[in-house]
């Protein structure tokens, strides 16, 4: 589907703010109501808008967020991944090119619930190695 300028100033609109109402919409990009609400449907039913999310503030996250750097044994990526499925503590994993496998996003309360995760994570049947780096502060968050 080909998205339009105005296609790509409503979904600014809701990256700022999912929240905003239909008609706040239309008056910031000089639409009618309609028109904004047959968008909003157009983009949603063609996949471009999977859905709207609650983002949390750094007051309720976890306190401590590390990423693992993983290399993996070959042909064992669905192993690992199942392991990595199975713990509370893992955030996001993705699969990468270059000298590491996996990206593993981690949380945690505190330190020990980090050091065991991490642990947990380095014994899993098929991961090779990994480098841990501990997330000090959060300069730039678009998500």
């Known amino acids: 589907m080909q998205i339009d300028d105005t296609d790509r100033a409503l979904l600014a609109l809701l990256t700022e703010n999912a929240r905003l109402p239909v008609a706040t919409l239309a008056r910031r990009l000089g639409l009618a109501r309609s028109t904004a609400q047959a968008r909003l449907d157009r983009l949603?039913?063609?996949g471009i808008i999977?859905?709207?999310a609650l983002r949390l503030g750094e007051a309720a996250r976890a306190p401590l967020r590390a990423t693992a750097l993983?290399?993996?044994e070959p042909r064992t990526g669905p192993t690992v991944l199942a392991r990595l499925k199975s713990l509370?503590?893992?955030a996001r994993v993705h699969t990468t090119s270059g000298r590491f496998d996996l990206i593993v996003e981690v949380?945690?309360?505190s330190t020990e619930e980090?050091?065991?995760t991490l642990d947990r994570i380095i014994e899993a049947k098929g991961v090779r190695?990994?480098?841990s780096l501990i997330h000090?502060?959060?300069k730039l968050d678009r998500n």
């Open 88 to 90: 509370p503590q893992v």
């Open 129 to 131: 190695s990994s480098e």
């Open 114 to 116: 980090l050091d065991e």
């Open 70 to 72: 993983l290399q993996i």
């Open 136 to 138: 000090l502060s959060t």
């Open 107 to 109: 949380t945690a309360r």
């Open 50 to 52: 999977a859905g709207y």
């Open 44 to 46: 949603e039913q063609s």
